[in-house]
């Protein structure tokens, strides 16, 4: 019985030690002190466990951790300071250099992007707020020195204005790249939060059109929506981390409670093994010494009562030691299963998450986070294997007369019809996304210029031919796509940048057509 308890000790230990290393890993990342620890306890439980250790490390954590939930949210209410601080000097500011102007937009739109972690996107925002920063002080600079221009900075800037000139195009692109991701992300946000009055009215001036300085106003809202989301989610985060340490706590303690009672119970049986001992010492000298019969015969007796009794109260404690033992081995397996499903849980959420950050809450498409992703897998395999990969753009012709006219309700059914139409030309690793807007794209791996144009006629025809009818009225969908096959020398986006100017050039040539590589070399 003695090694079968044993054994189960042995194996309950190691299941439990098997658990913690397991669990520590949902901490990583939480601070340095923390991550330290963590590894410390990792190390006294990995092969041979020493108890001893890991009860201080864990009572170390225990410290640590008791006030992270508090330092969680101050350090989120900083982090939406420092954002709305900037915001407030580049407002004050009118940014006369479109350049200067586009790289401080660029960075409103970096806040966007969702990150792997709660921690990691505060860390992005004030990466971005020191670069605010940075751009607005070699601004006002800029601003002071031509105050007092000579006549050779005159020259210099006769040629400064000559590249704004040429930066004017690609920072009217940039505006409407943003006006596209800012359009995905107020769409996403109303989807969440239906009645928002202020989400509600971006929407209308986003339908409407927007100015430069009303778009940056705009951008400043979202932003503090998704930090107000990122404080509820550090506060939801903090809870199951409360949680989990407290869970943690607990185990630690009963894992002490076993090593005690161990160490008590192997004293005690040595202890009652010694006095065994004794008593069959003395039998032994009796037998030697004694002459008489019935005194021999009365001293043994005597000392196997003494020797019954404690043999008794030996069985006693044990049985009571196992006893528990068996509650305490029990009680650590109902803490280790109800940490099993918390943790089990918090991983479904986490995965719900992800998903959802990668998908367009209207269409149900990839979003522009997943297409970024899917697209240097792509390319990184275009690379390796020299196999073709080809990229389109599609965009829905007049889609902005559709929501004028028959009203937003209907741009959105217009955007799920076209995506269903859309994935019914998609098989096997292509890769459909909503880019933003009415815009698509599509990746295309192992398709070639001539295949990437029929895939692309395909898709005009099927929905040139497919009818809508809005308020009794039938209203024929068509679009335009550009398409590109990246070369050896084509980085990521000097091809998307190349079928994005196929697209335009499509929409010049009339709309409903398609322009490829092909159609370019001739």
Same mark, same amino acid.
């Given at each position: ?8 000790? +042995?194996? !309950?230990? @190691? =299941?439990?030690? &098997?658990? #913690? ?6 901490? *990583?990342?939480? %601070? ?27 009572? +170390?954590? !225990?410290? @640590? =951790?008791?006030? &992270?939930? #508090? ?6 209410? *900083?982090?939406? %300071? ?5 915001m407030k000097q580049l407002q004050k500011i009118i940014f ?13 739109? +970096?806040? !966007? ?233 918090y991983k479904r959420k986490i995965a719900e998450q992800v ?168």
């Amino acid at each position: 019985m003695e090694d079968k308890q044993l054994q189960a000790y +042995k194996k !309950n230990n @190691a =299941l439990l030690c &098997q658990f #913690i290393i397991k669990l520590s890993s949902f901490y *990583e990342g939480f %601070s340095d002190k923390v991550d330290g620890e963590l590894k410390t306890l990792r190390g006294h439980l990995s092969g041979t466990p020493n108890f001893s250790l890991a009860t201080v490390s864990i009572n +170390k954590l !225990n410290v @640590a =951790l008791q006030h &992270q939930d #508090i330092s969680l949210r101050k350090y989120s209410l *900083e982090t939406v %300071s420092s954002i709305e601080d900037a915001m407030k000097q580049l407002q004050k500011i009118i940014f006369e250099d479109e350049a200067l102007r586009g790289l401080a937009t660029q960075e409103l739109i +970096k806040l !966007n992007q969702p990150v792997s972690d709660i921690f990691s996107i505060y860390r992005l925002y004030a990466r971005a707020v020191q670069l605010h920063r940075v751009a607005l002080g070699k601004h006002v600079k800029g601003l002071l020195s031509g105050d007092s221009a000579t006549p050779e900075t005159a020259t210099s800037t006769q040629r400064q204005s000559a590249e704004d000139d040429g930066t004017e195009r690609g920072s009217a692109h940039f505006y409407r790249s943003i006006f596209i991701e800012l359009n995905q992300l107020v769409t996403s946000y109303t989807e969440k939060k239906p009645n928002d009055r202020q989400l509600l009215d971006i929407k209308k001036r986003l339908d409407q059109g927007m100015a430069n300085e009303q778009l940056l106003e705009s951008c400043v809202v979202v932003l503090r929506m998704i930090v107000q989301d990122a404080m509820t989610e550090a506060s939801l985060t903090g809870k199951v981390i409360q949680g989990l340490h407290t869970s943690l706590g607990k185990i630690g303690e009963d894992v002490s409670k076993s090593i005690d009672g161990s160490k008590a119970q192997f004293e005690q049986r040595t202890a009652s093994n010694a006095e065994l001992k004794t008593y069959i010492d003395n039998i032994e000298e009796a037998v030697s010494t004694t002459d008489s019969f019935d005194a021999l015969k009365t001293q043994t007796q005597s000392c196997i009562k003494v020797l019954s009794k404690t043999l008794t109260d030996t069985q006693a404690s044990d049985s009571e030691s196992q006893t528990a033992l068996i509650s305490l081995l029990s009680s650590m397996q109902d803490r280790i299963n109800k940490l099993q499903q918390q943790t089990d849980s918090y991983k479904r959420k986490i995965a719900e998450q992800v998903m959802q950050s990668k998908t367009d809450a209207l269409t149900r498409l990839p979003n522009r986070q997943a297409y970024n992703e899917q697209l240097a897998i792509a390319h990184q395999h275009f690379q390796s294997s020299k196999k073709p990969l080809s990229i389109a753009l599609i965009d829905i012709d007049f889609f902005k007369s559709i929501n004028d006219k028959f009203g937003h309700s209907a741009g959105d059914k217009t955007l799920q019809l076209v995506s269903r139409a859309f994935k019914r030309h998609m098989a096997g690793d292509q890769f459909l996304a909503r880019w933003g807007g009415e815009e698509f794209v599509v990746l295309l791996p192992n398709t070639n210029e001539t295949k990437l144009r029929e895939k692309l006629e395909a898709i005009r025809k099927d929905l040139e031919s497919m009818q809508l009818k809005f308020k009794q009225e039938k209203v024929v969908i068509t679009v335009s796509l550009g398409g590109t096959s990246f070369t050896s020398t084509d980085t990521i986006d000097s091809a998307f940048e190349r079928a994005d100017k196929y697209l335009y050039q499509a929409k010049r040539n009339g709309r409903n057509q398609v322009v490829t590589d092909i159609d370019a070399q001739k």
